[in-house]
């Protein structure tokens, strides 16, 4: 049950800090897409987040958004963030995490994961050995597998 179980919680990405990544341990944060830093299959981020974006990349942490999403929804909007980015990531499963800490060169022990999703985000993210930050999805699911997932996630939650 633990690899289900986020180590932190927020209700959206903007309310984490600098300090909350840091205490963490992390340097490199692997960003989720969809009702994360936008709502769902969106190329507009939710508001505040590019501020958030710029702020953190200050403060000296590697970012990178890790989607299993496809490229056309990702790569516009990953390049319009100016940030790196791992499509089709296959989240829960460690290749697409693998791939994102090679691009930046930090290990799991170095890395935290933000995502609203429990199945793909929290389980990916506890399964590749990062820390993990589970926030509130921004706005319904459009997609029928995800509904399906959120009805199990309600008893986790
Ligand atoms: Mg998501």
């Given amino acids: 049950m633990s690899l ?23 340097k490199l944060v692997l960003l989720d897409a969809d009702n994360t830093l936008s709502l769902h299959g969106s190329q507009e981020p939710a508001c505040g987040v590019p501020e958030w974006i710029e702020e953190i990349k200050k403060e000296g942490f590697s970012l990178v958004i890790i989607s299993n999403n496809s490229k056309s929804r990702i790569k516009p909007f990953a390049e319009k963030l ?41 389980l990916g993210g506890k399964i590749f050995g990062a820390k993990v930050f589970l926030t509130e999805p921004l706005g319904p699911e459009t997609d029928f597998f995800i509904k399906i997932k959120r009805k199990f996630e309600k008893f986790i939650r």
């Fill in 4 to 26: 289900l179980k986020a180590d932190y919680r927020f209700e959206k990405i903007t309310d984490i800090t600098a300090a909350d990544l840091k205490s963490a341990g992390a």
């Fill in 82 to 122: 100016g940030l790196p980015f791992v499509f089709k990531s296959a989240k829960p499963l460690p290749k697409g995490f693998k791939k994102a800490s090679e691009k930046s060169g930090f290990g799991p022990g170095e890395t935290a994961v933000i995502g609203d999703q429990i199945f793909t985000d929290v």
